[in-house]
């Protein structure tokens, strides 16, 4: 079923693309392609022409190469590693700059997501790393970019705590927001999308890349943990994939209880509840529960037997 409603949702958006400019039609499909299809299920789904060999291949637990050399939002050439410090996870999209709908439409939908987090790029918790596969893309387009995503979180996380920032304070928190727009040669990029399992095609009509949107959640070491599909996410799901890429090293003691009521499904790329982490956790409720009955109850039944042993001592004549 889900095969079939995929396959009319994208002739449907076909059909459609034909009033459209290349760049949007292209984007269209895209995007109902991931909603519909998603990631796993695209070798069947009877795909047009444009996005045979677009994929995001399962390379959950495989380790990337961070000895690339990219370029920076400044210009400079740096090594992936950089950015991996052992210590934070790293939230890495793969996008490209000139792109006219369905980046711009992922990326603000992952700020959105991202400004609802305890905590902030760049910060003791997590990294934020945006690598653009166009090696047309240059620095001056991925300053641009980063400038503009830096400032519009901090301003609306400022908005959310009520604060009015001048455009100086509001530059100076962008400044400190750890979210780095790169960009890299030809064959850099392509040995970095092989170890991500990232296939991506260039549309020669149109000038556009037909790709998928993806977030990758990358371990300290830089180890695939896991993956958020689609152009939409939920701040909880980050928060998760987070966590669970940091083996708990961030995150407080409720939220990792109740990340043990949750699993990652690696075809959804998502969270979903548990019922054998929601059974667990009652069965560990209960228990507290049972062990707080016991010690109430041993301990009025010990002072029952202390008034009973008082009141049947003999008073002294």
Same mark, same amino acid.
């Given at each position: ?22 760049? /949007?039609?292209? &984007?269209?499909? #895209? %995007?109902?392609?991931?909603?519909? *299809?998603?990631?796993? @299920?695209? +070798? ?110 901090? /301003?609306?996380? &400022?908005?959310? #705590? %009520?604060?009015?920032?001048?455009? *100086?304070?509001?530059? @100076?928190? +962008? ?143």
């Amino acid at each position: 079923m889900m095969k079939t409603s995929s396959h009319n949702a994208l002739r449907s958006a076909s059909l459609r693309a034909r009033t459209l400019s290349p760049a /949007r039609a292209l &984007a269209l499909a #895209a %995007g109902v392609t991931v909603l519909l *299809a998603g990631a796993s @299920a695209w +070798a069947g789904a009877g795909l047009p022409a444009e996005f045979e060999g677009v994929d995001v291949k399962n390379k959950l637990g495989a380790k990337m190469d961070l000895d690339v050399s990219l370029t920076d939002h400044e210009g400079h050439a740096v090594k992936l590693s950089k950015y991996f410090d052992g210590k934070r996870p790293v939230l890495l999209t793969l996008n490209y700059f000139r792109c006219e709908s369905l980046c711009s439409t992922q990326l603000n939908e992952l700020l959105k997501a991202v400004r609802k987090l305890d905590w902030v790029p760049g910060g003791d918790e997590f990294q934020m790393v945006t690598i653009s596969f166009d090696p047309r893309d240059d620095t001056e387009t991925a300053a641009g970019k980063r400038t503009t995503y830096a400032k519009e979180l901090m /301003r609306l996380r &400022a908005q959310d #705590a %009520g604060e009015q920032l001048s455009e *100086a304070d509001l530059t @100076a928190r +962008a400044d400190t927001v750890g979210w780095e727009f790169m960009t890299g040669e030809h064959d850099v990029i392509k040995a970095l999308t092989d170890d991500l399992g990232y296939t991506y095609k260039f549309d020669e009509a149109s000038g556009q890349y037909a790709h998928s949107p993806v977030v990758y959640i990358m371990s300290p070491d830089g180890v695939i943990s896991r993956y958020l599909f689609g152009i939409t996410y939920q701040t909880q799901d980050l928060k998760f994939a987070l966590m669970d890429a940091s083996n708990g090293e961030i995150g407080d003691f409720g939220e990792k209880v109740l990340l043990s009521c949750f699993a990652f499904d690696p075809d959804g790329g998502g969270y979903a509840a548990s019922a054998f982490g929601i059974m667990r956790l009652g069965a560990v409720f209960f228990a507290f529960l049972l062990a707080v009955y016991l010690l109430f109850h041993f301990r009025r039944e010990r002072r029952a037997r202390r008034a009973r042993a008082t009141s049947h001592t003999p008073s002294a004549v």
